[in-house]
């Protein structure tokens, strides 16, 4: 797989994340309410990125020890999110994390895109 192909799926993949950590956050706390960034929230985007990056793009690929390793790792970084203090790093409007998602999966697609030229 080239290396563009991982770059576009570990952005798309952090869109993701952040989508539905939107999601979360709007259901849980409220609509407009301040986001804070925490280690914890660094780490949840790390992951998705790791994931992203060594995802399955077939099903006649074979799966590898780099997708593994990338499946520990970003598990790894979960829980290791779970144990960083939760003290906030900086306070963002609740309306950037989509911005950001919206950013980080148009800009996955056209990575992605122009591997198929």
Same mark, same amino acid.
């Given at each position: 797989m080239s290396n563009a192909l991982r770059v576009g799926g570990a952005f798309v993949a952090v869109g993701a994340a !952040? =989508? *539905?950590l939107t999601l979360v956050q &709007?259901? &849980? @706390? %409220? +609509?407009m309410v301040p986001f804070p960034v925490t280690w914890s929230f660094i780490a949840i985007v790390l992951a998705a990125g790791f994931l992203g990056a060594f995802a399955t793009t077939d099903? #006649? @690929?074979p799966g590898s020890r780099a997708q593994v390793s990338a499946l520990a790792l970003a598990v790894g970084l &979960? =829980? !290791? %999110? #779970? *144990?960083l203090p939760q003290e906030p790093l900086m306070i963002w409007q @609740?309306? +950037?994390l989509p911005a950001y998602g919206l950013a980080a999966i148009a800009c996955g697609l056209v990575i992605r895109r122009s591997t198929l030229r």
């Amino acid at each position: 797989m080239s290396n563009a192909l991982r770059v576009g799926g570990a952005f798309v993949a952090v869109g993701a994340a !952040l =989508f *539905l950590l939107t999601l979360v956050q &709007v259901l &849980v @706390q %409220g +609509w407009m309410v301040p986001f804070p960034v925490t280690w914890s929230f660094i780490a949840i985007v790390l992951a998705a990125g790791f994931l992203g990056a060594f995802a399955t793009t077939d099903k #006649r @690929q074979p799966g590898s020890r780099a997708q593994v390793s990338a499946l520990a790792l970003a598990v790894g970084l &979960v =829980f !290791l %999110g #779970r *144990l960083l203090p939760q003290e906030p790093l900086m306070i963002w409007q @609740q309306y +950037w994390l989509p911005a950001y998602g919206l950013a980080a999966i148009a800009c996955g697609l056209v990575i992605r895109r122009s591997t198929l030229r």
